[in-house]
């Protein structure tokens, strides 16, 4: 056996060991930057949604590099809660897991389609269509509902996320005028309008993505 056949392996696991240590700083680097948007969206709205607004991105990478790790939040933290204060009532543990998977893929589809809700009911409250815009207000406001799925680990705690439904609806009653130019005395109503829709449309698609898991 040559000197760099011996060598490979060791090499390799080297290769490994520094991707994974990469790859844990790159994890962390991305929770702090959501705590610290989400921290800042309740603190300085205004400021948050100013720099949100000069931030150069695309939908695709909005929604896979923002919402997909925070859509996990809830269906992981639910089945979790479930594991350790209701095992009896659980189903096989593949089927749970597919029911995760199923909820966070529609997790996603919802959001996007959020996203195209807050653009097509703009020109209903004065405001410029910008499906960039209208996507990023539907991601960022809401942060701290996907935040809120961290209470599911004890299901007792679950109201404690219509606070996070409250601090959804005021984020995005912040964002509309700077994002997508709406009036601020028909921003509270645009928000609104948008949250009661989605809510509809939530009940709909996690209805069926019950259905299916």
């Known amino acids: 056996m040559s000197a760099d056949n011996e060598n490979h392996p060791q090499g390799h696991h080297r290769f490994s060991v520094d991707d994974a240590r990469e790859k844990a700083r790159e994890a962390y680097r991305k929770s702090e930057f959501i705590l610290s948007r989400a921290y800042g969206l309740l603190r300085e709205p205004n400021k948050e949604w100013q720099q949100i607004k000069a931030e150069q991105t695309t939908v695709p990478n909005i929604l896979l590099g923002y919402v997909a790790p925070l859509a996990a939040i809830p269906p992981v933290c639910g089945l979790i809660g479930a594991l350790i ?20 893929v529609v997790t996603i589809a919802f959001v996007f389609l959020l996203g195209l809700l807050v653009n097509t009911l703009a020109d209903q409250f004065d405001a410029d269509r910008d499906e960039l815009a209208a996507q990023k207000i539907a991601a960022y406001s809401l942060t701290p509902s996907f935040l809120s799925g961290i209470f599911s680990l004890w299901p007792p705690l679950w109201w404690l996320s219509l606070f996070a439904l409250a601090a959804m609806v005021f984020i995005m009653y912040r964002g509309l005028p700077i994002l997508m130019k709406a009036p601020q005395e028909r921003a509270l109503t645009y928000a609104g309008t948008v949250t009661v829709a989605a809510m509809v449309a939530g009940i709909v698609l996690f209805g069926l993505a019950s259905c299916v898991g």
Do not use: D, K, N, Q
């Open 85 to 104: 204060f209701e095992p009896v009532r659980l189903r096989a543990i593949h089927t749970e897991i597919t029911s995760v998977v199923v909820t966070w």
